[in-house]
């Protein structure tokens, strides 16, 4: 199973990323966790120690050149397009119990789209878990699927778009939704998120048009606490993540 997840930024894309890496991996299946975020802070809500150490793949410099034959950062200058990626969810992960975690960082020089090494690998590098990696992978992306070319994206087993109460995160939604349909990818699909009363989620279905809505978490302002504490918070919301992942499945 490929799970990409997005959603505008702030809506709870990296908490439901957690939970169903937490929730998966609990049943006996391995996961890889793939931080995919500008903003990366997956390592944090899975409780990984020591995240101030963990190194980006993008920033692996030796790796980088490693691989593609050029140095990071570099432009016009030749390079493999399509670098040797298939043991680095080994070699570069981290891990804890059933979950494997890899920082993919962002390319600095020139945007994400920028033809240039580190951005190659990258994208060879997510195309390959996608299509070739026989774990189940969990994707925090950022607001968008940028990360995804057109032969990745066919390639995801579902989208999952977090939404909360209001406007910009569901026109966010909608853009990102019809984006998904001009690549093919698969099933798209709606979590809403942040519920503090029974008119959010009516809100969200009105709103949220014909895109399927797999469930709905709740505000939990235990949920502030454990994040503070780096304490992963699975708990709270065991139930509803379980109900998603039955929804996920039929």
Do not use: W
């Not at 804890?96 to 240039?116: E, S």
């Not at 580190?118 to 994707?139: A, C, G, N, P, R």
């Not at 977090?162 to 406007?167: A, C, D, F, K, N």
């Amino acid at each position: 199973m490929k799970i990409a997840i997005t959603g505008k930024g702030g809506v709870g894309k990296t908490t439901l990323s957690a939970l169903l890496s937490f929730q998966i991996s609990a049943k006996g299946k391995r996961v890889i966790a793939v931080d995919a975020d500008p903003d990366s802070n997956l390592a944090s809500a899975l409780g990984f120690s020591d995240i101030d150490k963990i190194i980006p793949i993008s920033e692996m410099e030796h790796l980088i050149e490693e691989r593609t034959g050029a140095k990071p950062g570099s432009s016009g200058s030749f390079f493999k397009i399509n670098p040797k990626v298939d043991d680095l969810p080994d070699k570069v992960s981290i891990q804890k119990d059933n979950i494997r975690l890899m920082v993919m960082g962002t390319v600095k020089k020139g945007g994400a789209g920028c033809v240039c090494p580190e951005s190659v690998l990258l994208k060879t590098l997510i195309t390959h878990l996608v299509l070739f990696q026989d774990d189940v992978v969990i994707m925090d992306m950022e607001a968008g699927i940028e990360h995804l070319g057109r032969g990745t994206a066919t390639g995801v087993d579902m989208l999952i778009i977090v939404v909360e109460p209001g406007m910009r995160s569901i026109d966010t939604a909608v853009k990102i939704n019809s984006l998904a349909n001009d690549l093919k990818v698969k099933r798209v699909a709606v979590v809403g998120n942040k519920i503090r009363k029974s008119s959010d989620e009516e809100f969200i279905r009105e709103n949220i048009n014909s895109i399927e809505i797999l469930g709905f978490l709740p505000y939990n302002n235990n949920l502030i606490d454990s994040d503070m504490k780096g304490i992963p918070a699975l708990s709270l919301f065991s139930e509803r993540i379980e109900q998603i992942l039955e929804k996920i499945n039929s």
